[in-house]
């Protein structure tokens, strides 16, 4: 014989309604929460990331903005120098007689230009040479000073006695430029002379010079 509890009957069947419909809501969430689910994981990576590459930021530069780097800009190219017109011409012909005396033998001083030319008494106050000229071609000059009472004449006497032998033409003749000066002038084949006697300063003085013609 089967024996039914009808008091407990109405309450077992109460609770299999409520896991049913229990069962019912479960199945009906899941796609629901399933979904929840997976935007909390995707906003929780997107957090992560955003911080790690904070993090790397912070750690290359901390507390500075990046910097730009601005563009290079190249240099402008430069002009050619222009020619000096100054500069010597490597081309230019050089002076005649380089090539055939080398050693400039034929510019020697001529055998009466020295600073003994007027005697121990008489004192070579300065000795000079002009630069060469377009001919290569210079002078040369010596500035005398003369023992106290040597007049004109007398120092134009011993220029003559050292000069005229060499250049047969020398002339004596006052100067017009300065009276009571004496001027000599005369010219050889290779080099013409000046020579002038004449006091400056209360000092007798004899200026003896000549100048390459070739």
Not at 100 to 122: I, N, Y
Request: glycine residues 8%; hydrophobic residues 40%; proline residues 9%.
């Amino acid at each position: 014989m089967i024996l039914v509890d009808f008091e407990r009957g109405p309450c077992l069947r109460r609770n299999a309604a409520r896991a049913s419909f229990a069962t019912a809501m479960k199945l009906r969430s899941a796609p629901r929460l399933a979904g929840l689910i997976a935007i909390a994981l995707l906003g929780a990576c997107t957090c992560h990331t955003e911080t790690a590459a904070s993090k790397a930021a912070a750690k290359a530069d901390p507390g500075k903005a990046p910097t730009k780097v601005a563009p290079t800009k190249a240099d402008p190219p430069t002009k050619a120098d222009a020619p000096n017109p100054d500069a010597p011409n490597p081309d230019a012909p050089k002076p005649a007689g380089d090539a055939a005396d080398p050693l400039g033998e034929r510019f020697v001083d001529p055998l009466w230009f020295r600073k003994e030319m007027l005697g121990a008494d008489a004192k070579a106050m300065d000795v000079s040479r002009s630069g060469r000229n377009e001919q290569g071609l210079f002078s040369s000059q010596i500035l005398f000073e003369l023992p106290a009472g040597t007049t004109p004449e007398q120092c134009a006497d011993k220029l003559e006695a050292k000069v005229k032998p060499d250049v047969a033409n020398l002339l004596r003749a006052a100067d017009e430029k300065a009276p009571g000066r004496l001027k000599l002038t005369g010219d050889t084949d290779r080099y013409r002379v000046t020579m002038m006697c004449g006091e400056a300063k209360g000092v007798m003085r004899a200026y003896v010079g000549y100048e390459w013609l070739n």
